[in-house]
């Protein structure tokens, strides 16, 4: 009988889960499609074939379902972009993976990015900060990259001479930039754009051999 029980609570949990993903996946899309305004929890469930009280079940709101979101969208990203720069030399190997990963997730999550900046545009608070970030907004992410950054100058494989804070605001400056521009011009092309923006910022941090 217990067996029974927890086999059953088992199989409604991964059943939940899969709902809850799948609401989540409906929410990028529509709002790729139809701006942050315009998607209604009513619109996001009638994309996949539920009620807005289904959704209702698994997310107190549409606040909590765009912080999940939010957070689908990171680790979606650092899952992708992880191994690529940990394959990597630490130095400047390592930070061309960096940028061309963070580019080339963009380029095959164009939804992702189009959602992301809908988000970003829409959900600041009345003293412009992120209501939807929490401790993963934008300046977290360049003061990961300040930290790596001295990292590696500590480490020697990097150019000891540059400023790691505003080298990482410029860097995540440039990237950024991209993900709007994606969201305006399905026609982008990110690829190059990627290349360029490395083989910019590789000279300015390369340490002299």
Not at 42 to 61: D, E, N, P, Q, V
């Amino acid at each position: 009988m217990c067996s029974a029980t927890g086999a059953a609570r088992e199989e409604r949990t991964f059943i939940e889960t899969a709902r809850r993903t799948q609401i989540v996946q409906a929410a990028i899309d529509t709002i790729a499609e139809v701006g942050y305004a315009r998607a209604s929890l009513a619109r996001i469930g009638a994309r996949i074939g539920i009620s807005k009280g289904l959704i209702g079940y698994h997310f107190a709101g549409k606040d909590e379902l765009i912080r999940q979101v939010v957070a689908e969208i990171i680790e979606a990203g650092k899952v992708y972009m992880i191994p690529r720069i940990l394959a990597k030399p630490p130095g400047p190997g390592m930070l061309r993976a960096y940028i061309e990963s963070n580019l080339a997730f963009m380029r095959e999550h164009r939804n992702y990015m189009v959602a992301i900046s809908e988000i970003a545009r829409n959900g600041l608070t009345a003293d412009g900060k992120q209501r939807f970030y929490g401790e993963a907004d934008m300046d977290g992410f360049a003061r990961e990259l300040e930290d790596a950054l001295s990292s590696f100058q500590a480490g020697g494989e990097l150019r000891p001479d540059f400023d790691p804070h505003f080298m990482a605001i410029a860097i995540r400056a440039a990237i950024d930039a991209a993900a709007r521009r994606l969201a305006q011009d399905p026609d982008f092309d990110i690829g190059n754009y990627a290349k360029e923006i490395a083989s910019i910022f590789d000279p300015a941090t390369r340490a002299k051999t």
